[in-house]
């Protein structure tokens, strides 16, 4: 299937690897030039020749800042100012007991998983609806649908930028941007590996073995693995998928439980 963004541009967060790395990738196969953007240079421009020789028609360009930091948007933003694609993608906050985490430390989530794909929403929606064309994909978590307990700065903040977009996706989509949520459950990625670790110390187990009883658990007795999930972004980012804003799409393996 064409998905219809061949030479759109795209400002990709978090994209040195991981499922940042997934998406970027996915959209750059597609003819889409990226725009990557990641705190360590040496991962994000060794992640940047792998995918221009794997997508030899795509632009690629680095920038290596913190995109939680209002000096890092600006650095991305002056490198993308117009994208028709925007992924937000922030690392999560460390896993703890909610009982050790002082205000800094909540100001710190809010900053990263909430407020700063709100900034780069803001600096870049008016010009995709003048456009007339604008897709923007948040990474959240699952999480917010089901909540992990230590992972609670995790699931406050991501929880308040799903409240938003809950909003402003209604007002977007009339001039063919939307904006919908990504919610990962466990994918093979570091961030994965720090959760379980962490889960494993607090609990005296050992980390190894208790990563094998989480994949073994999951119904698809898998992690994930970030290709399909950037795959499913870039479908999400294409031309055909212009009837879809405001939704919380949960991949993860069928772990959560519920039907709604």
């Not at 929606?125 to 604008?134: E, H, I, S, T, Y």
């Not at 992990?148 to 001039?175: C, E, M, P, Q, Y």
């Not at 990962?184 to 889960?199: C, I, Y």
Request: proline share 5%; net charge neutral; glycine share 12%.
């Amino acid at each position: 299937m064409d998905l219809g963004i061949k030479g759109k541009s795209a400002l990709v967060c978090g994209a040195s690897k991981g499922l940042g790395r997934g998406c970027a990738e996915a959209l750059a196969a597609e003819g889409v030039n990226v725009t990557l953007v990641a705190r360590t240079p040496a991962i994000l421009e060794a992640t940047a020749a792998e995918i221009r020789q794997s997508a030899p028609t795509a632009t690629i360009t680095t920038v290596a800042c913190d995109i939680t930091t209002a000096e890092g948007r600006a650095a991305a933003l002056a490198a993308c100012p117009h994208p028709d694609i925007l992924v937000t993608n922030a690392g999560g906050p460390p896993p703890g007991d909610f009982r050790n985490w002082q205000r800094e430390h909540w100001i710190a989530a809010l900053d990263a998983n909430m407020l700063t794909p709100i900034e780069l929403i803001k600096a870049t929606v008016d010009g995709m609806m003048a456009r007339g064309f604008g897709r923007i994909i948040n990474i959240t978590s699952s999480a917010v649908k089901a909540p992990i307990d230590i992972l609670g700065l995790s699931n406050g903040a991501r929880s308040g930028l799903t409240g938003f977009v809950a909003g402003v996706a209604r007002k977007t989509v009339a001039a063919n941007v939307t904006i919908n949520n990504l919610l990962p459950g466990a994918f093979e990625t570091d961030r994965l590996k720090t959760t379980l670790n962490a889960m494993a110390k607090a609990g005296g187990r050992d980390a190894a073995e208790l990563i094998e009883q989480h994949r073994a658990a999951n119904p698809a007795r898998r992690f994930g693995n970030p290709a399909e999930f950037g795959a499913f972004c870039a479908f999400l980012c294409s031309s055909h998928a212009g009837y879809m804003t405001g939704q919380n799409i949960l991949l993860d393996g069928g772990a959560y439980p519920g039907t709604y």
